[in-house]
């Protein structure tokens, strides 16, 4: 099979894996909005059953469903190291590495995973199972770029920094919200005034965030040539910025009373973290202007379709 060829494919699974880590933790986060996370008591069965037909509610199925989708996620993540180490001389040097880091983060997943329903819960788990959960979504994101890409060109400082910057704003708004969540943070606010510093810090987090891909945009469609051609990927994540503000304002002032309100928030977030972690990723391409924006929308497709 042509070098090509199998990079390519492994790229596509990679993209696969992208989408499924995205459901993955956004059933996290209905699971902790619907109080579901011990739904199932024991782990990694549930009810000490494959499926528990019997005692099926929205609870236990958020639950049951989440780990249904952390197994995928494993299968393919271990399918994805097996080739990377049959195929590896087609491949970059660092990729099998790189699948078996992956795999091993995936372990550790699961076992904090398992943490979580045998201590019943502790905040600092939980926050570090989502904090495991959106760097794998992130590294993931990028080495999907990195496949598909047919550039071996490095983008240059700035555009790293400016998407790392967003990216790192993102990943501390969600920690932070995960924290919240967990200590019951906004209730206590809204009812008392008390534990309203994580709130702030959640609100404040946003601006790097905001700044980063608005100073990338601007700069961007300055510069003109490839840089010019990411603008309907820049605006997508500029959309998706304005929309988890937004979002978030809303169900602020509803006193968090919405549960899909509170899952599309985090559904976003994931989106944004892939979003980011790829843009750091893309290569330029030295090709004129029409073709490298219909090579980049042939990337964007597959990658973040």
């Not at 995960?178 to 702030?200: E, F, P």
């Amino acid at each position: 099979m042509p070098p090509s060829l199998i990079r390519d494919h492994l790229g596509k699974l990679a993209a696969h894996i992208v989408v499924a880590l995205v459901i993955l933790v956004v059933i996290g986060g209905a699971t902790r909005v619907m109080e579901a996370g011990l739904a199932c008591p024991d782990w990694p069965l549930c009810y000490g059953s494959l499926l528990p037909i019997n005692r099926m509610n929205l609870q236990v199925f958020l639950e049951w469903f989440h780990r249904l989708d952390a197994f995928f996620v494993g299968i393919t993540l271990s399918l994805q190291l097996l080739f990377s180490w049959i195929y590896r001389s087609s491949l970059p040097k660092w990729f099998p590495w790189f699948s078996a880091l992956i795999f091993l983060m995936l372990l550790l997943q699961g076992g904090l995973g398992a943490l979580t329903v045998i201590d019943l819960l502790p905040s600092y788990v939980v926050v570090g199972h989502l904090f495991l959960a959106l760097t794998l979504l992130a590294l993931m994101s990028g080495v999907t770029q990195l496949l598909i890409s047919p550039s071996e060109m490095e983008s240059p400082f700035w555009w790293k920094m400016l998407a790392g910057v967003s990216l790192s704003g993102i990943l501390a708004q969600c920690l932070i919200g995960s924290r919240m969540a967990t200590t019951w943070s906004v209730q206590k606010c809204i009812a008392n005034g008390s534990h309203c510093y994580l709130l702030d810090f959640h609100k404040l987090s946003v601006i790097p965030s905001a700044l980063g891909v608005f100073i990338l945009l601007i700069t961007s469609i300055y510069l003109g040539g490839w840089f010019r051609a990411q603008w309907r990927f820049l605006l997508f994540v500029c959309s998706l910025l304005m929309m988890q503000i937004i979002i978030g304002f809303i169900s602020l002032n509803l006193g968090l009373s919405e549960p899909l309100l509170r899952v599309l928030h985090q559904l976003v977030a994931s989106l944004l973290v892939a979003s980011l972690a790829a843009l750091i990723c893309r290569r330029p391409i030295d090709l004129p202007s029409s073709q490298s924006e219909q090579l980049e929308d042939s990337s964007l497709e597959v990658c973040h379709g």
